[in-house]
Nanobody, 123 residues
Framework: QVQLVESGGGLVQAGGSLRLSCAAS????????MGWYRQAPGKQRELVAG???????NYADSVKGRFTISRDNAKNTVYLEMNSLKPEDTAVYYC?????????????????WGQGTLVTVSS
């Protein structure tokens, strides 16, 4: 079994910073792309940032220059450093990963989601 476990959400004042972490565990052969999504109340889930296995990144326009996504392949972990937070960043943040799992006798590609972590930015 393969799973993603997130941590790092919480309450912060506008202008503050938070760092989210998401660790993958289980029978992992390879982790391909990883990313962070968010869903605010009454809105659809949207991509915040993504990172490929080679380290290429992409960001939503709304977070460019404020958020940084990174990964530690040795720890099977992806991070989201969030700076200059705004009230409109308030949402549940979800980790997403494209993983090749080792499910003997073969391998299987899985798209996994974390359980979500709430980020609340007060004005």
């Amino acid at each position: 079994q393969v799973q993603l476990v997130e941590s790092g959400g919480g309450l912060v004042q506008a202008g503050g910073s938070l760092r989210l972490s998401c660790a993958a565990s289980g029978s992992i052969f390879r982790i391909n792309a990883m990313g962070w999504y968010r869903q605010a109340p009454g809105k659809q889930r949207e991509l915040v940032a993504g990172i490929t296995s080679g380290g290429n990144t992409n960001y939503a326009d709304s977070v460019k220059g404020r958020f940084t996504i990174s990964r530690d392949n040795a720890k099977n972990t992806v991070y989201l450093e969030m700076n200059s937070l705004k009230p409109e960043d308030t949402a549940v943040y979800y980790c997403n990963a494209d993983i090749t799992a080792r499910l003997l006798p073969s391998y299987r590609n899985l798209e996994l989601w974390g359980q979500g972590t709430l980020v609340t930015v007060s004005s």
